[in-house]
């Protein structure tokens, strides 16, 4: 398989992703994702800020949010977001270090 070829499915892939958690399961809440797998939606944007700043581009955090997420992130929190239990921020405290601090994400 030829490289452009590679970029075009890894790009139609993230597509499908994007869709997935933003439009069939937006019910999913961050955390779970998290806690769960080790990202979430907010991860895929930063992801995507982060590549855009490989490439020479300026884009901010705000931005590569409303990107991903279609509006800005407060408008989609008020939307679909829930307040978690305190087990469930608990284990978000060991995932985000576990997968975004340790790793020298942020």
């Not at 939606?41 to 855009?52: I, P, V």
Request: proline residues 2%; charged residues 35%.
């Amino acid at each position: 398989m030829d490289d452009a070829t590679r970029t075009e499915l890894e790009a139609a892939a993230f597509r499908a992703l994007r869709q997935h958690l933003m439009e069939a399961r937006p019910e999913v809440q961050n955390i779970d994702l998290m806690n769960l797998a080790g990202f979430c939606r907010n991860c895929l944007s930063r992801w995507y800020q982060e590549a855009a700043e490989a490439r020479g581009l300026d884009l901010s955090k705000d931005e590569a949010r409303e990107i991903f997420y279609g509006m800005p992130y407060e408008d989609w929190r008020a939307q679909n977001q829930t307040e978690a239990d305190a087990a469930k921020k608990a284990a978000f405290e060991t995932a985000f270090r576990e997968n975004v601090t340790e790793r020298g994400k942020r």
